[in-house]
């Protein structure tokens, strides 16, 4: 039991290490993949949009296997699996959230845009100072749940068979010949959300001084 | 001495002709009213001397500068600083939800003007004050009135000390009861004799604090004169049947 336990420990580290890298890289990639998108450069915006339908559009678990198997069998060279998973995870939760973001930018009403103009704020300064800070506001709810999301799909990892706490769990089992280390890793993943959930939860109290 | 001179202005959005050669200008110290029915081109005329629309054709100076000359712009960076001379206090006040009061009227004193954050607060304590809203500081605009968010726009504007304040409708997004206190502070800033143009349907407001008024319509100037006599005893048959709307709903608004 102890020993099962202390395995799903060290499986749930790297479904942690995925979800944090994934977030590290995809919260800040997705801003420019919504300007992009917004942009008013027909190749730049059009080439974001397909890049936006085909991770939103093709299951996760495809392109983890293309990510990995395709440098492969395109250029015979392979990626260390656990960057193969970074990739994939970056390239599709970064979609996402450009999708969110850009929902949330929109959602400034000109007004906000007019007045920081006649008073002489600069462009940058428009965007960091009056309308990032409502748009983080606005993007809290959405994001939270992609968030949850990614914590549950890190289990997809294992398709390139990267160790992660669901294919521990699932190792447990067969060896046990019990279906109980499966449970016990929903018990791990619910317990992730829950402190995700607390995390959001404060994060929207923090941010209701205003409406 | 002229602090807004405009010539010929001409906007189009597509083919639609919004304004139609607008020719005129205002004077240090003056208060003008621009009335008109809707559709008539008077906010439109105010965004494009404030930069919010590019013009078609024409020209604005502003305090002896150019800001556009013949429809071609100033350079961008001289263009900022002109624009820096004109401030717009808007119909649906536009305060920033995310800052409060205080920092609404300093952060573009501070960012824009490089002002010392002493220094802005200073001013705005001091506007703040002049507006009576010296207990609302620390409070955050969805904590306010729509009079008491429409005053602390008016002090956002003043905090960087522009040679012309221009009003779009100031009073339009209010009911009847907060309307006259916005009222009330445009008279007290117009006997301090701050420029002040005014786009208003407050017609005997209009009469009561304008020097100068001017009726547009269909993207020209109707009529201009002295406020008593454009909405007084006006010449044109036009100005006549718009403003006869108006009669016996005279109010008084001094407070």
Request: hydrophobic share 45%; proline share 4%; with cysteine.
């Given at each position: 039991m102890?020993?099962?336990l202390a395995?799903m420990?060290q499986?749930?580290?790297?479904s942690?290490?995925?979800f944090l890298?994934?977030?590290?890289?995809a919260l800040p990639?997705?801003l420019p993949?919504a300007?992009?998108?917004?942009?008013r450069?027909?190749l730049a915006?059009?080439l974001?949009?397909?890049y936006?339908?085909?991770?939103?559009?093709?299951?996760l678990?495809?392109?983890?296997?293309f990510?990995?198997?395709a440098p492969?069998?395109l250029?015979?060279?392979s990626?260390?699996r656990?960057?193969?998973v970074?990739v994939a995870y970056?390239?599709?939760?970064a979609?996402y959230?450009?999708?969110i973001?850009?929902?949330?930018?929109?959602?400034?009403p000109?007004?906000?845009y007019?007045?920081?103009?006649?008073?002489?704020f600069?462009?940058?300064q428009?965007f960091?100072?009056?309308?990032l800070p409502?748009?983080v506001?606005r993007?809290?709810?959405?994001?939270?749940?992609?968030?949850i999301t990614?914590?549950?799909?890190?289990?997809?990892?294992?398709?390139i068979g990267?160790?992660e706490?669901?294919?521990?769990?699932?190792?447990?089992?067969?060896?046990?010949?019990s279906?109980?280390p499966i449970?016990?890793?929903?018990?791990?993943y619910?317990?992730?959300?829950?402190v995700?959930?607390?995390?959001?939860a404060r994060?929207?109290?923090k941010?209701?001084?205003?409406r | 001495?002229?602090v807004?001179r405009?010539?010929?202005?001409?906007k189009?959005?597509g083919?639609l002709?919004?304004?139609?050669g607008?020719?005129f200008?205002v004077?240090?110290?003056?208060?003008l009213?621009?009335?008109?029915?809707?559709?008539?081109?008077?906010?439109?005329l105010?965004?494009?001397i404030?930069?919010?629309?590019t013009?078609?054709g024409g020209?604005?100076s502003?305090?002896?500068?150019?800001?556009?000359q013949?429809?071609?712009?100033a350079?961008?960076s001289?263009l900022?600083?002109?624009?820096l001379n004109?401030g717009?206090?808007?119909?649906?006040?536009n305060?920033?939800?995310?800052?409060?009061v205080?920092?609404?009227?300093?952060e573009?004193q501070?960012?824009?003007?490089?002002?010392?954050k002493k220094?802005a607060?200073?001013?705005?304590?001091d506007?703040?004050?002049?507006m009576?809203?010296?207990?609302?500081e620390?409070?955050?605009?969805?904590?306010?009135?729509g009079?008491q968010q429409?005053?602390?726009?008016?002090a956002?504007?003043?905090?960087l000390?522009?040679e012309?304040?221009f009003?779009?409708?100031?009073?339009?997004a209010?009911?009847?009861?907060l309307t006259?206190?916005?009222?009330k502070?445009?008279r007290d800033?117009?006997?301090?004799?701050?420029?002040m143009?005014?786009?208003?349907?407050e017609?005997?407001f209009?009469?009561?604090?304008?020097?100068r008024?001017?009726f547009m319509?269909?993207?020209?100037?109707?009529?201009?004169?002295?406020?008593?006599?454009v909405?007084?005893?006006p010449?044109?048959?036009?100005t006549?049947?718009?403003?006869?709307?108006?009669?016996?709903?005279?109010?008084?608004?001094?407070v």
């Amino acid at each position: 039991m102890t020993k099962m336990l202390a395995a799903m420990f060290q499986g749930t580290l790297v479904s942690l290490e995925i979800f944090l890298l994934t977030l590290v890289f995809a919260l800040p990639l997705a801003l420019p993949a919504a300007f992009a998108r917004m942009s008013r450069n027909r190749l730049a915006s059009g080439l974001t949009n397909g890049y936006l339908l085909v991770m939103r559009g093709t299951p996760l678990i495809l392109q983890l296997i293309f990510v990995y198997f395709a440098p492969f069998y395109l250029l015979g060279i392979s990626f260390n699996r656990f960057v193969a998973v970074i990739v994939a995870y970056v390239l599709n939760y970064a979609a996402y959230f450009a999708e969110i973001y850009r929902g949330g930018i929109e959602s400034i009403p000109a007004g906000q845009y007019e007045a920081a103009k006649v008073l002489g704020f600069t462009r940058a300064q428009t965007f960091f100072r009056i309308v990032l800070p409502q748009v983080v506001k606005r993007i809290i709810p959405a994001s939270g749940n992609e968030v949850i999301t990614l914590v549950k799909d890190t289990a997809l990892a294992q398709t390139i068979g990267v160790a992660e706490l669901f294919r521990t769990a699932q190792n447990a089992s067969a060896r046990q010949f019990s279906t109980m280390p499966i449970f016990v890793a929903g018990v791990f993943y619910f317990v992730m959300n829950w402190v995700v959930s607390l995390v959001f939860a404060r994060i929207e109290k923090k941010l209701s001084y205003y409406r | 001495m002229e602090v807004i001179r405009v010539e010929n202005l001409e906007k189009t959005f597509g083919t639609l002709e919004v304004l139609r050669g607008i020719s005129f200008s205002v004077h240090q110290g003056e208060v003008l009213a621009v009335i008109g029915p809707s559709g008539s081109g008077k906010s439109t005329l105010l965004r494009c001397i404030t930069h919010l629309e590019t013009v078609s054709g024409g020209t604005v100076s502003i305090g002896g500068e150019y800001m556009v000359q013949n429809g071609v712009y100033a350079p961008a960076s001289v263009l900022r600083s002109i624009c820096l001379n004109v401030g717009l206090v808007f119909q649906n006040f536009n305060l920033f939800p995310h800052f409060s009061v205080l920092r609404n009227i300093t952060e573009a004193q501070i960012h824009v003007l490089r002002r010392s954050k002493k220094d802005a607060e200073r001013r705005a304590h001091d506007l703040l004050a002049k507006m009576g809203l010296s207990d609302k500081e620390s409070a955050y605009p969805f904590e306010l009135s729509g009079g008491q968010q429409q005053r602390v726009s008016i002090a956002r504007a003043l905090a960087l000390d522009p040679e012309v304040l221009f009003f779009d409708e100031p009073t339009s997004a209010l009911d009847p009861e907060l309307t006259g206190e916005i009222l009330k502070v445009i008279r007290d800033l117009a006997r301090e004799n701050m420029t002040m143009v005014i786009v208003t349907h407050e017609m005997f407001f209009a009469r009561d604090v304008a020097d100068r008024v001017i009726f547009m319509d269909n993207g020209v100037i109707v009529e201009e004169g002295p406020a008593s006599l454009v909405i007084g005893n006006p010449e044109s048959d036009r100005t006549k049947s718009f403003l006869a709307r108006f009669t016996g709903q005279d109010q008084d608004y001094s407070v």
